[in-house]
DNA sequence: CGGACCATTGATAATTGTCAAAATTCGTGG
DNA sequence: CCACGAATTTTGACAATTATCAATGGTCCG
């Protein structure tokens, strides 16, 4: 269902130029790893990774976003984290031979480009910055599972959909006249997935947040967040 | 409170041997590492680091064990990884000056090896295939992170319990005639704060399974894992 | 032996999950 | 642009689970 990348004026550069591990790199260096990049593009709602695949090579995320997620043994999906532009995923045992831990799913029409983790294995070896920078993406990856493992340890579930809500204002929010709005990357019962808790759930906290002024929902798909400081106070600061 | 560490038989040598980041090297290239490394030593119950501290080194495990966590919002530890032999830490922002994002006390006595950041970039820029042995080994701690926020997303409590006791088995239990004995590494208070749950409840359910035959506690320090099938079906497989 | 610490047990309250039904929203096609 | 069916979300009632508080019982170590 996925279709090659074909657009002409997208050039391989501004793929590279968004990404941050290959930001200690200068243009000519730039465009010698562009060559050896593929482009893909998936409509909303495909899988990019199925856990047990054989994984092959690095993805970056240039348009779009996307979840991981597991299965839970009691079948409900646990999302790990969510893609955005510059992110990416399959660095996961270069060396050894292993397979996808996880699904990544798009949750819209999202473009990528592809590099073989041999390709990848090269470039490490010519430019060790790069290694550097990938252990502090990874570094900076795991202090948010850490929290967000710290998050679930907390047993008051308002807090936990507070520091969600926060967590999006940074991410996928945009300051208007009446506070910060935030576009959703995720439906509500998506969010009762990151959290691990019941869709249900989810619905009746955010409908008490928005009787208690915090927040004003917009069409399911948006969040208007009003009172900035009650909500950091429910989440615990943070 | 903690002294150096001057046992002249130990040599550094012994350390590196066991980290596995360091396993690409020769003789040669480790002893030359080795002439970089510093030792310590902590007891039991010592605060190896503290959140918020500037870390300017890693800190490789050498001897005894270690927890790392975080304080949750409602003022609960949470437990995040335990650090054994061979394992590592502080290598998170190799490039930014970021502050330690959790504590780490000792959990026994404890013997360290110290590298400092600096020197560990060197070391990068010299022999990058320690960056891809520490990409790997990173890899790898995120998929058991992973695979925690995993079996925390699961509602049913008795299945985390069961994964832990199962994640336990495998680190720290030794076969017997009746079953695997597993000297346990953390207090029950520790394990409810593993699994985010009380404490009292962590009696409970260790009860429970006592109860049915699956296992039989030991001291508080130890549990005999009985019926090994049955842990595995409450625990959902896994 | 005794005190400090840790673990268990019981009773109760609070929270959240589950199931079912109603309401809203979304997207497609006319 | 509107209308309709499908999908998602909200709401309500109830059941199940777990947290909390308090008291008791064990265990470890000097």
Redesign the interface.
Known sequence: MSTSCDCGHCTNDICLHRVPIFSALNKEELSRIAELIHHRSYKKGELIVSEGDKTESIVIMREGSAKAF?Y???G?E?I?YIFSEGDFFG??????HQTA??FVETLQDVKVCILSKMQF?QL??RY?EI??????E??????R??N?????????VD?RLGSLLIEFESKYGSVVPEGTLIRLPLSREGIA?YL??ARETVSRKLGQLEQDGIIRSINNKSILVIDQESLRAI????
Chains 1, 2 share one sequence.
């Open positions: 597991k839970t043994t009691d409900r646990q790990l660095e996961q045992n270069l060396l050894s831990t996880f294995q490490i070896h060790p290694a550097i920078k990938i252990i502090d990874l570094g900076q990856r795991m202090a599972l850490e967000a493992l710290q998050s679930m340890g907390v047993r008051n807090s997935n691990g808790i989440a615990g600061i943070s």
